[in-house]
């Protein structure tokens, strides 16, 4: 089965940085693209930002020059560098992947999602 998780969240002051990681683990064939969504307290989920498994970038309008997306295809971990952090920002963080993987079934192109980590960007 595949599962995502995510770590790195946390409280910061505004102005400052944190960096999000999420690796997904299962016997995964490809990564099309992994992403990151955000939830603030009563607003939808918005995507962040994605990157697809040849390192195509795009991001929220919000966080451009801000936010910046990696991938490891190799160690099958995505990551998010988060800079000049606003208190707008703060929300749960998910972490989200399109793979092809095994399932119980076979093989299969599905969606994934993590639990979420917090970010919290308060003084």
């Known amino acids: 089965q595949v599962q995502l998780v995510e770590s790195g969240g946390g409280l910061v002051r505004p102005g400052g940085s944190l960096r999000l990681s999420c690796a997904a683990s299962g016997t995964i064939f490809s990564i099309n693209a992994m992403g990151w969504y955000r939830q603030a307290p009563g607003k939808q989920r918005e995507l962040v930002a994605d990157?697809?498994?040849?390192?195509?970038?795009n991001y929220a309008d919000s966080v451009k020059g801000r936010f910046t997306i990696s991938i490891d295809n190799a160690k099958k971990m995505v990551y998010l560098q988060m800079n000049s952090l606003k208190p707008e920002d703060t929300a749960v963080y998910y972490c989200n992947a399109d793979l092809t993987a095994a399932v119980t079934l076979g093989i299969s192109r599905e969606y994934y999602w993590g639990q979420g980590t917090q970010v919290t960007v308060s003084s």
């Open positions: 990157i697809t498994g040849g390192d195509t970038t």
